[in-house]
């Protein structure tokens, strides 16, 4: 089993920063892909970013140039810097862990059943 804990969310306004930290502990082993996931209120659960454990990353359009992840794979945490937020990235944000996948030509695609670990969540808001 593993445990994914969330930290760092919290109120910004637009153009502010955040960073999101999530620590894994368990059977950590076993994990091959780690990602953030985002849902907004009314919207569907949507990939963000993840990073495999050879550090390709995968980013959702909608993110890249903005936000930063990276690992730690001494501490088995995962770091999310959020950088020129933006209103639309408002959501519950999520860290997600499963298995090493390869698809589509990258690593780690935002698929939410290949992730099978999920952390309980931390609230992002943007204010413009």
């Known amino acids: 089993q593993v445990r994914l804990v969330e930290s760092g969310g919290g109120s910004v306004q637009s153009g502010g920063s955040l960073r999101l930290s999530c620590a894994a502990s368990?059977?950590?082993?076993?994990?091959?892909?780690m990602a953030w996931f985002r849902q907004a209120p009314g919207k569907e659960r949507e990939g963000v970013v993840s990073?495999?454990?050879?550090?390709?990353?995968n980013y959702a359009d909608s993110v890249k140039g903005r936000f930063t992840i990276s690992q730690d794979m001494t501490s088995n945490t995962m770091i999310l810097q959020m950088n020129s937020l933006k209103p639309e990235d408002t959501a519950i944000y999520y860290c997600?862990?499963?298995?090493?996948?390869?698809?589509?030509?990258?690593?780690?695609?935002?698929?939410?059943?290949?992730?099978?670990?999920w952390g309980q969540g931390t609230q992002v808001t943007v204010s413009s």
């Open positions: 997600a862990a499963g298995g090493r996948v390869w698809s589509g030509g990258r690593y780690c695609p935002h698929h939410i059943p290949a992730f099978g670990y």
């Open positions: 368990g059977y950590t082993y076993n994990i091959g892909c």
């Open positions: 990073i495999e454990s050879g550090g390709s990353t």
